[in-house]
Each structure stands twice: as structure tokens, then as C-alpha cells.
């Protein structure tokens, strides 16, 4: 059985920003090829799936590498060394005023593992109480409640997707559809 493993030979810093890092690595694969990997690193996030009532609490907000408004649950990044739970706790707070009593881990998932390193805590909330809503200075975010139909239609409609996003709410789908 093969390793697979890649070996560091060198890294070169390119640029450290306030949400981002790039860097340039040679590496040496288990065969001995040599090869050059561009990683971003990002100190990652965290996501909320909050669902009351049969409704889904979404968020849109202006994305601008993508120069549109992206359909999203309430997400945002970890403070250096914090636990994916305690900023998932936060940004849901911040961002949309609600206070959950339990969150419960859904998975840990890496968005995009061919360039970068980041990883996206997703959880749950249960028990919600309403609050104080903290924006950054930078965010304009609204937040919906929309019904379970809705939301999946907008995802076949093509209108939801995130990533994060699309990940908490087909494991929401296939959790009810499994206790059906």
C-alpha cells in the first residue's frame, strides 16, 4: 500500500493579510516527484443551522469575490486558537440577534482541501432565544426565516450555493428524512 504522503522540502512565505496567508511550498511526493503547492491558510470558521417552526434562518449578504448576494447560515471566522464552538456561538448572536441554548456539532468541513487549509465548524442550535444582533462594521446582512420547502427548492433553483450552506442543510434533509 502506497503512502501517499508529501514531504516539505521548502516554504516560502508570499503574502500574510488580516484573513489570509498565501504561501508557496516545494514538496516531494512518495514516488520522489517533486512538485510546488500554492496553500492559502485561513484560521477557519464556524456555521449555524437554525431551524424553528419548519422555517430555516438564512442570511444574504454581498460577497464580493463573487460581486453578487450569496444566500448563506449564520457563519463567520474563528479568532486565532478559538474553539469552532465558541465562535459559532458568537457570529450566530452577532449576525442574527438569537442565543442558542445547546449547539450541537454537525461536522467539520474543508471547503476547498486543494489550495487550502481552512476548516468550517457546522453545528446546530437548539433552544433559541432572542438576543442582541452585533454586526462588524463591514457587514450588511439581512436574515430570513424561510420555509423548509422554500429553502430546498432554492436549492435546486440554483439560488442557494454555499458551500457551508449546501453541507447543513442536506445533512438536515437526510437527519429528517431518516427519523420519517
Known amino acids: 500500500e502506497r503512502n501517499m504522503f508529501e514531504k516539505t522540502l521548502s516554504s516560502k512565505k508570499i503574502y500574510d493579510g488580516r484573513v ?17 503547492r500554492e496553500v ?4 477557519g470558521g464556524a456555521a449555524v443551522l437554525v431551524v424553528k417552526d419548519g422555517k430555516i434562518l438564512l442570511e444574504k449578504q454581498f460577497r464580493y469575490p463573487y460581486k453578487e448576494i450569496i444566500w ?3 457563519a463567520g471566522k ?9 465562535t459559532a456561538r458568537r457570529e450566530l448572536e452577532e449576525e442574527t440577534g438569537y442565543v442558542a441554548e445547546k449547539l450541537v456539532e454537525i461536522c467539520k468541513y ?3 482541501p486543494g489550495y487550502t487549509d481552512e476548516v468550517i465548524g457546522i453545528f446546530k442550535a437548539e433552544g433559541l432565544t432572542l438576543g442582541k444582533t452585533n454586526f462588524d462594521e463591514d457587514e450588511d446582512i439581512a436574515a430570513e426565516w424561510i420555509p423548509e420547502e422554500k429553502v430546498f427548492k432554492m436549492i435546486n433553483d440554483g439560488e442557494i450555493r ?7 442543510l442536506l445533512w438536515y434533509k437526510s437527519e429528517r428524512t431518516a427519523n420519517d
Not at 20 to 36: C, H
Not at 40 to 43: E, K, M, N, P, R
Not at 78 to 86: A, L, M, T
Request: charged share 35%; aromatic share 2%; hydrophobic share 35%.
Open 20 to 36: 489570509i496567508k498565501l504561501r508557496v511550498d516545494e514538496i516531494e511526493t512518495d514516488k520522489g516527484v517533486k512538485q510546488t
Open 40 to 43: 492559502i491558510s485561513h484560521g
Open 72 to 74: 448563506e447560515i449564520p
Open 78 to 86: 474563528r479568532d486565532k486558537g478559538e474553539d469552532f464552538i465558541v
Open 110 to 112: 474543508l471547503p476547498s
Open 162 to 168: 454555499d458551500g457551508k450552506t449546501l453541507v447543513a
